[in-house]
């Protein structure tokens, strides 16, 4: 089959791969239909990472099951499906606790937390790809209506983003009638709004420098907060009466930089302090490493930053963090999306078919004008 293979930093490749087979008696053989690419993507593509050269990349998947394996009782041959980016076994202690982010047994020993085509996330290979190979499938499949083929775009959204976009929200402590602040106006950003609204938020500051990212913020509501203008926490200050949003999200993560890009990693956490105010909540969904060799400065190397920790605490904020657990979450927006309630395919820019994926992974990382969210169609 054909995969979009990483070879090195910026360097990926439409190449041949074995078609993957059922290797376990519950395994599921998942023909991809809709697969993204993710700002998580990037940080690998950049060489951020171990990714290992040779492996296939893709963590948010939708398509039809192809195959099952003979411990398979909840799936069918062309059921549609949405996979969570997180691989879990459904029966270890974090799973059955709903923490299926931390499954136990989807990564090596003493690890936590798989993924398909994910550094240090455990062996599974991704979905940017004609099929997957799908552990658990019981657990990891999530059936999807029969409007899946119709709204594929939007569903495909369930994967990662759109609960990542949901569970910030959660981790921040949200409440109806709350105003927050999103720092990242990229795809987790703006569903991280888009969660917002849906809940009830009275206001919804998203803070970012792109244009076209910003514009489609508005489009839903949000205030746009352009950082390359002015100091964004004073603009927050501003839009709260001088009290700080009630809550606060980070949808950058540790490549945050200044408008001019220049990485700064401290700079979302810090802003967020400032910009959230006595008591508030601060939910972190944008990914730091305990190691990054590849940072400019000192500290970042070893996974630190210079934290605001004295402000933090005077402020009496609680700060909550991590992978998203998609399962927590899904069935909820899918039927969400069903109903006609959510619709978080507002932000994709881009459907092209698998073999143009080096081209678009160059522009989205990039950036580039309107280049806001990609969808690769293996089938076309
Ligand atoms: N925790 C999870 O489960 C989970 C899931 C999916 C993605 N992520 C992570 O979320 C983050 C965002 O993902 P994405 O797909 O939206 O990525 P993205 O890179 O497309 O978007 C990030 C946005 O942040 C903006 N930005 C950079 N520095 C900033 C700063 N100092 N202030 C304000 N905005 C700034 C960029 O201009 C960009 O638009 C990434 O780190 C990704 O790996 C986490
Ligand atoms: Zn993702
Ligand atoms: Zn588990």
Redesign the pocket.
Same mark, same amino acid.
């Given at each position: 089959m054909k995969a979009v293979v990483y070879r090195g930093p910026r360097d990926v490749r439409v190449e041949n791969v074995p078609d993957p087979k059922i290797e376990r008696p519950t395994d599921a053989i998942v023909e991809i239909k809709s697969t993204n690419i /993710?700002?998580?993507d990037?940080?690998m593509f950049e060489g951020r990472t171990d990714f290992e050269a040779g492996r296939v990349f893709g963590h948010e998947n939708l398509g039809q099951v192809k195959e099952v394996g003979p411990a398979v009782e909840r799936l069918e041959v062309g059921d549609w499906v949405c996979m969570p980016?997180n691989v879990s076994c459904g029966h270890c202690r974090n799973c059955e606790k709903g923490l299926t982010?931390y499954c136990l047994n989807a990564n090596e020993p003493g690890l936590a937390g798989g993924a398909y085509g994910f550094a240090d996330m455990g062996p599974w290979q991704g979905g940017q790809a004609e099929y997957l190979r799908v552990p658990w499938a019981d657990f990891n499949c999530l059936k999807l209506p029969p409007d899946a083929e119709k709204k594929q775009n939007d569903y495909v959204m369930v994967a $990662?983003?759109f609960p990542?976009g949901w569970?910030?929200t959660r981790l921040a402590g949200l409440c109806p009638g709350d105003a927050v602040v999103i720092?990242?106006? +990229?795809? #987790?950003?703006?569903m991280a709004a888009h969660s917002a609204m849906i809940q009830g938020a009275c206001k919804v500051m998203v803070?970012?420098?792109?244009p076209d &990212?910003l514009k489609l913020a508005e489009s839903i509501g949000a205030i746009a907060i352009d950082?390359s203008k002015g100091d964004?926490v004073q603009q927050v200050l501003d839009e709260t009466h001088g009290k700080g949003a009630d809550v606060g999200c980070e949808? #950058? +993560?540790?490549? /945050?930089? $200044?408008p001019a890009g220049k990485e700064?990693p401290n700079?979302?956490m810090n $802003?967020l302090v400032k910009s959230v105010k006595f008591t508030g909540g601060i939910g972190v969904?944008?990914?730091f490493v305990p190691q990054d060799p590849g940072a400019a400065d000192k500290l970042a190397k070893k996974g630190e930053i210079v934290f605001d920790w004295g402000m933090c605490w005077f402020k009496g904020q609680h700060i909550a963090t991590?992978?998203?657990n998609v399962k927590a979450y899904n069935r909820q927006l899918r039927d969400l999306i069903h109903a006609g309630r959510a619709k978080p395919s507002f932000l994709v820019s881009h459907e092209i078919e698998l073999g143009k994926a080096p081209d678009a992974y160059q522009h989205?990382d990039a &950036?580039d004008h309107g280049w806001t969210k990609v969808i690769l169609k293996p089938g076309k």
């Open positions: /993710c700002g998580s990037l940080h980016f982010a $990662d983003i990542t569970h910030v720092y990242g106006c +990229g795809p #987790v950003g703006l803070v970012d420098r792109h &990212r950082d964004p949808c #950058v +993560g540790y490549q /945050c930089h $200044d700064v700079a979302t $802003d969904v944008g990914v991590g992978q998203c989205f &950036r």
